[in-house]
């Protein structure tokens, strides 16, 4: 047969559609249906080039099912039939060339369905820009070109989001953090936060800021987590490069920057991803798993290719384009199973019976595993609210891969514990000492975080029983537990202040109540925690490793006390922190420690520089020779109210 044909060398060729692929290359397209297009935002969505010689802008979009699919814009009078795109062979992209037109045009896609009556106008998927709500246009941008002044951080942070490290993280909205009441209680934008933040977080002794999702989404009135623009960072406080502004100054203050990332669903407005080309795309196409109940949006398909894709290629882009130090994952239980807030009836088993998400699970362990290839000195969290077990251990010992965990247990019990009136602790006391036998099996985070100040549970000085004395000297305490607890910390703004409502969206934090004095103190002892913690290695070197952590006396229910050390790499490197939840001081109360000759109070939250009642211990205490809780040694100290107190041997 192939000698009867005249010139043809391969039959390969025979019927080979040929197909220009305008700025993308065969390649692109191969690795993009496979699903290993990593940095496909590079030529995905809207982006200046020529064509000919010809200045202006390729466009291409995912609508594998549309019949028909334009560019429609003010520059064309939004006329959906001036630049009619050409689909890309069967790759399912569409792609248009318009000339004239740069950085600034206002555009969507008009696309309608091969496959029903369908007809919409719909944002880009990979838009790096947006019209302000309630408008809704994708803007051509060029998010190249920024002047990065944060190489010193880059090139250290790998010492900055081990396991090994201390981290503690404040946890920011970032429409809500701070306003500008005088004038008319605006937003204040990226560039005008920024200084204001850097300085506030280095004087507050942070090590890292967390963003509330900065993905555009189109409700002011919420936390952020309805994404609808995933490559965009919100256009309320100003364009790509002002929010680089704030991550590049952030850095130059050696403040690390962690933003939520929201994979686990998406929202359902008419021009974002859902039912984007006329046909279930994004999400699932059986009803059984496409919607979440509890908030009314749609799920990923992360068994789709192109779908894990866009999610994957769209974590690397923050933390390439924007520096980004480190990914909080929301909503991961929602992921890992199938009946999520399902009732019967409205799920179906996987393969093998369960009701894990097979697909999800190997999304999420793809996810990490590309991040850490690509980006090992980023971290990547997880809210994750079960008992899955492996969360944050490696994919190549069966975990998930995650770097840390938040842990939603311990922040569950510790604030049903502190809610309650001290004469009560004493019957709750194993609330307290349960996180202890879990402690070691995931890498955690200890949040105090968002969900505890909304949504009328109050806000974290308000949970704290007593007058405000005690609820005070509650939340020093409860902050002194968190940072001698094994773990890393987070706290959302606020909270470290002592403000007394929950957040609220249209208002700032309660900055005024740091005019009066219980207040600045409060703040004061936050910043104590924090330089206390990063200047001992104790509280941080072994999070993670039985070595780190050593209980006293755990058994003391009676007087509510709890008694336990913090170890760093030698005998002589550790703390012994006790703690008291009652309001009554107790004198020569006893500690057994390992270690004979002098110890000092390097800590306690009862001082008067920090609210209390300034009940404290001689500058040096000796160590008797006597045996308690089955150490050779005993101080006898004093415990204030309703605090903690930290000792340590003098070298």
Request: hydrophobic share 35%; net charge negative.
């Given at each position: ?420 009136e001290p004469i009560y602790r004493k019957y709750h006391h194993n609330t307290l000492t349960f996180s202890m036998i879990y402690a070691f099996h995931e890498n955690f985070v200890l949040p105090f975080s968002h969900d505890e100040v909304v949504h009328g549970k109050g806000s974290l000085i308000s949970k704290m029983p007593g007058d405000n004395w005690q609820k005070f000297a509650n939340l020093r305490l409860l902050f002194g537990y968190m940072f001698t607890h094994v773990g890393k910390k987070l706290i959302f703004m606020g909270c470290e202040i002592g403000q007394w409502h929950e957040w609220y969206h249209e208002e700032s934090v309660h900055w005024h109540l740091l005019e009066e004095e219980k207040h600045i103190k409060l703040k004061k002892w936050v910043s104590k925690l924090n330089l206390f913690y990063k200047e001992n290695p104790a509280l941080y ?111």
């Amino acid at each position: 047969i192939i000698n009867k044909l005249d010139g043809v060398e391969n039959m390969n060729s025979i019927n080979e559609e040929i197909v220009d692929y305008g700025n993308l290359t065969e390649m692109d397209i191969y690795l993009f249906r496979e699903g290993t297009f990593y940095k496909s935002w590079e030529k995905l969505g809207a982006h200046q080039g020529e064509k000919d010689g010809v200045k202006g802008v390729w466009f291409n979009v995912w609508a594998p099912n549309a019949q028909y699919l334009s560019v429609i814009g003010d520059f064309n009078q939004w006329n959906k039939g001036a630049d009619q795109m050409n689909p890309l062979g069967h790759s399912g992209i569409w792609q248009c060339f318009i000339p004239e037109i740069s950085k600034g045009a206002i555009y969507k896609y008009y696309i309608e369905s091969a496959k029903s009556l369908y007809s919409n106008e719909k944002l880009d998927p990979y838009g790096f820009y947006f019209e302000v709500r309630p408008k809704s246009a994708s803007i051509v941008w060029d998010i190249d070109g920024y002047d990065w002044n944060d190489q010193e951080w880059m090139e250290k942070r790998i010492h900055s989001n081990k396991c090994n490290c201390p981290v503690s993280i404040y946890e920011v909205h970032l429409g809500s953090w701070m306003r500008a009441p005088e004038e008319e209680n605006r937003w204040l934008s990226y560039r005008e936060i920024a200084p204001k933040l850097a300085e506030y977080v280095k004087e507050m002794g942070f090590t890292h800021v967390e963003f509330l999702p900065v993905s555009e989404h189109p409700l002011d009135a919420s936390w952020g987590y309805q994404t609808l623009g995933y490559f965009a960072p919100t256009s309320r406080f100003g364009t790509p490069q002002d929010f680089m502004y704030l991550v590049d100054l952030l850095h130059q203050n050696n403040i690390g920057v962690i933003i939520d990332w929201v994979p686990a669903h998406f929202p359902k407005d008419g021009h974002g991803l859902a039912y984007f080309d006329g046909t279930f795309l994004y999400e699932h196409l059986d009803p059984r798993l496409r919607e979440h109940k509890d908030w009314g949006t749609n799920v990923f398909n992360y068994g789709r290719t192109e779908v894990a894709n866009f999610l994957i290629s769209n974590a690397l882009f923050w933390l390439e384009i924007y520096h980004i130090d480190g990914l909080r994952v929301d909503a991961v239980a929602s992921m890992l199973y199938l009946d999520y807030s399902r009732k019967d009836g409205e799920w179906y088993p996987n393969k093998f019976g369960g009701r894990e998400n097979l697909e999800a699970i190997d999304f999420i362990k793809r996810f990490n595993e590309i991040v850490f290839q690509y980006y090992p000195e980023c971290m990547t969290y997880a809210e994750e609210s079960t008992s899955w077990a492996m969360v944050s251990r490696p994919t190549y010992l069966g975990g998930l891969g995650f770097g840390f965990k938040w842990n939603m247990g311990w922040m569950h019990d510790t604030l049903l514990y502190f809610s309650k009136e001290p004469i009560y602790r004493k019957y709750h006391h194993n609330t307290l000492t349960f996180s202890m036998i879990y402690a070691f099996h995931e890498n955690f985070v200890l949040p105090f975080s968002h969900d505890e100040v909304v949504h009328g549970k109050g806000s974290l000085i308000s949970k704290m029983p007593g007058d405000n004395w005690q609820k005070f000297a509650n939340l020093r305490l409860l902050f002194g537990y968190m940072f001698t607890h094994v773990g890393k910390k987070l706290i959302f703004m606020g909270c470290e202040i002592g403000q007394w409502h929950e957040w609220y969206h249209e208002e700032s934090v309660h900055w005024h109540l740091l005019e009066e004095e219980k207040h600045i103190k409060l703040k004061k002892w936050v910043s104590k925690l924090n330089l206390f913690y990063k200047e001992n290695p104790a509280l941080y070197l072994y999070d993670f490793d039985y070595r780190g952590f050593e209980w006293i006396d755990c058994n003391d229910s009676e007087q509510s006390i709890l008694l336990y050390i913090r170890k760093g790499e030698n005998t002589n490197d550790i703390l012994v922190c006790a703690a008291n939840f009652t309001p009554v001081p107790r004198h020569n109360y006893k500690i057994g420690v390992t270690l004979e000759g002098k110890w000092e109070e390097v800590l306690n939250s009862d001082l008067g520089e920090f609210g209390g009642s300034n009940i404290k211990n001689h500058q040096f205490i000796e160590a008797e020779k006597k045996a308690m809780h089955g150490r050779d040694f005993c101080l006898y100290v004093t415990l204030p109210p309703l605090s903690i107190v930290v000792f340590k041997p003098v070298r």
